[in-house]
């Protein structure tokens, strides 16, 4: 309503997060197209930025959606036999229900939530050879447990034609 006061509620949660003063003023700005020169100065700079931040020369996807949509974009692209998804809190447990909602074939590597995923239990799964992507969230943000991905990921690099997908929302730059 015109004229009523708003009252500003600090936000203790994984997302949406805080958006400073200067981030709100600049959403206020008319927006610049997707095909415009001016958007395509801002994608270069925002690849070279994210490169420096996520250390990597490889090209970085940015999505304009929620993580469900990251998530369902990587079930969908990177999937051809069948999904390993290590679950171990709820957004685990959600990338799951998500390949299941998308009629794509998964499995879950359970383990009691508030543990993490071993290496040794996901090396037994993959030996079985039906699966081409493991799925795992770096800071399973709902129990507080952080996987082991690096040594995950080594057990996946032994299984050619098998890729890991990480969720790293929560954590990725911090």
Same mark, same amino acid.
């Given at each position: 309503m015109k004229g009523e006061l708003i009252m500003h509620k600090k936000l203790y949660i994984p997302g949406p997060v805080e958006m400073s003063q200067d981030t709100i003023q600049s959403m206020a700005k008319p927006m610049i197209?997707?095909?415009? #020169?001016?958007?395509?100065a801002l994608y270069a700079?925002?690849?070279?930025k994210l490169k420096k931040v996520l250390y990597t020369e490889n090209p970085v996807f940015v999505f304009t959606s929620s993580a469900t949509g990251v998530m369902e974009g990587? %079930?969908?692209? $990177?999937?051809? !036999?069948?999904? $390993?998804?290590?679950v171990n809190g709820a957004?685990?447990?959600?990338?799951? #229900?998500?390949?299941? *909602?998308c009629g794509l074939p998964a499995d879950? $590597?359970?383990?009691?939530?508030?543990?993490?995923?071993?290496?040794?239990? &996901? *090396? /037994? @799964?993959? @030996?079985?050879? *039906? +699966? *081409? %992507?493991?799925?795992?969230? &770096?800071?399973?943000?709902?129990?507080?447990?952080?996987?082991?991905? #690096?040594?995950?990921? /080594?057990?996946? @690099? !032994? +299984?050619?034609?098998? $890729?890991i997908a990480v969720d790293a929302v929560s954590a990725m730059t911090g």
């Open positions: 197209g997707h095909r415009m #020169k001016e958007f395509d700079s925002i690849q070279t990587t %079930l969908r692209n $990177l999937c051809a !036999k069948r999904i $390993l998804s290590c957004f685990s447990e959600r990338w799951h #229900k998500i390949a299941l *909602d879950n $590597l359970s383990v009691e939530w508030g543990q993490a995923i071993t290496p040794e239990l &996901l *090396d /037994a @799964k993959l @030996k079985s050879g *039906d +699966y *081409d %992507l493991v799925t795992v969230c &770096l800071n399973e943000t709902s129990t507080g447990i952080m996987n082991p991905v #690096k040594e995950l990921a /080594a057990v996946v @690099k !032994k +299984y050619p034609g098998v $890729l």
